[in-house]
């Protein structure tokens, strides 16, 4: 038997916000959340790929083996695998599938299978792939510490770790015990899984799938080569980050739209802002990179708070996420919102010790009676990372 984990980090988006869509710089990073692809390999002859989503369904899917016997290269990977998934659902296509989130899933996979599987059809027949010569039972198993549809790039890492998990069973990248993954084979896995995203949101900036594939921080500038630049910040490490989901549904197009509108109608007011917000990135580099924690500390409230008083201006923050905001603010902890806004989820700095840990343990606690989500993390420097258990 065979077993080995795949996985990729969530993300998120430090400062930076909105005025990255103008051509402004971002800070995104990865954080110590992540999505798991457990794939089990058994001397067992089974004539479907078994798929058990943790987080979606207390049933299994089965994806015959033979789906991938036949593909047509005339048309859309991404029409043949919605194709594919309707008749596996027995269901006609039709545009609701999109908010079935275990269809739509299920769909990432059928869709990098296919991929991974063209990849290396020039190379070996099909026979020499471990999952398609029926002789073998192939469970993968995916769960994720990641909330969804709140800004953390949940859809990126699972788009990257599926990318992964898929290549390896493909034999596109060996099946060994250890495996360092290669810059080579990064931009492979952080290209297909862009593309497998836009199965979930219709299109992908690439800035998720980039940041999950790779892992750290990085300095994001929209339609500018290169697109991310990786920064080495050493302060980075005394940095925690709590997160706490508003659980208010945003929608990231209609946060963008409502910016954009408020552009279109002060072009001169709305340009002040963006450039404010991206002088904040700037600078936020530079006070990172100092000595003084004491006031690398200080800098960094200053331009938490203020970075978020802009996106209120902007008009993307929520009454609830400004209360989040309050709250943390008597217990020391800066905090501003991140993502698209209108929801989402609040970021807090915690910030060396300038903060009460008991205060905030009790903030947590009455959080979650009020069943918001909320935990502590860290920046997390590792992208997709693979761990074997062959047996």
């Not at 100092?290 to 009454?319: A, F, M, P, Y």
Request: proline share 2%.
């Amino acid at each position: 038997m065979k077993k080995f984990v795949v996985s990729a980090p969530a993300k998120a988006i430090l400062f930076g916000e909105h005025a990255v869509v103008y051509g402004y710089p971002a800070i995104a990073a990865t954080i110590d959340l992540r999505c798991y692809f457990t794939v089990t390999i058994k001397n067992e002859a089974c004539e479907d790929i078994i798929i058990d989503f943790k987080d979606l369904s207390e049933n299994t899917i089965h994806i015959p083996i033979k789906m991938f016997h036949s593909i047509s290269n005339k048309e859309s990977v991404m029409d043949y695998a919605w194709k594919l998934v309707s008749d596996l659902f027995d269901c006609a296509y039709h545009e609701s599938l999109h908010d079935s989130p275990i269809i739509v899933s299920t769909c990432v996979i059928v869709y990098l299978f296919i991929r991974a599987t063209q990849l290396r059809s020039d190379e070996c027949s099909n026979q020499q792939f471990p999952m398609f010569n029926g002789k073998s039972t192939i469970c993968i198993e995916i769960q994720s510490d990641i909330p969804s549809g709140c800004g953390l790039g949940s859809s990126g890492a699972f788009s990257v770790a599926a990318t992964a998990t898929i290549l390896l069973l493909t034999n596109n990248y060996p099946l060994v015990q250890v495996w360092d993954i290669d810059k080579i084979q990064r931009k492979l896995i952080s290209s297909l899984a862009r593309d497998a995203e836009c199965i979930i949101h219709g299109k992908s900036s690439g800035l998720d799938s980039t940041i999950c594939t790779y892992g750290g921080t990085i300095v994001f500038r929209k339609d500018q080569l290169p697109l991310f630049q990786e920064i080495n910040i050493s302060n980075f490490d005394t940095v925690k980050l709590l997160i706490v989901n508003t659980n208010i549904t945003r929608s990231t197009s209609l946060a963008v739209r409502k910016v954009y509108d408020k552009w279109k109608e002060d072009k001169t007011c709305v340009n002040s802002i963006f450039k404010e917000i991206g002088t904040i990135v700037d600078e936020v580099i530079d006070i990172l990179n100092q000595k003084d924690n004491c006031e690398i500390s200080r800098s960094l409230t200053r331009h938490i708070v203020r970075n978020q008083l802009l996106l209120e201006e902007l008009g993307v923050s929520h009454s609830i996420s400004n209360e989040i905001i309050e709250e943390l603010k008597l217990v020391g902890i800066p905090a501003k919102v991140t993502g698209a806004g209108l929801g989402g989820c609040v970021l807090g700095f915690i910030l060396g010790v300038d903060y009460d840990n008991s205060e905030l343990n009790d903030l947590i606690s009455r959080w979650h009676t009020r069943s918001l989500w909320a935990q502590v993390t860290f920046i997390e420097a590792t992208g997709v990372k693979y761990n074997s258990h062959f047996l």
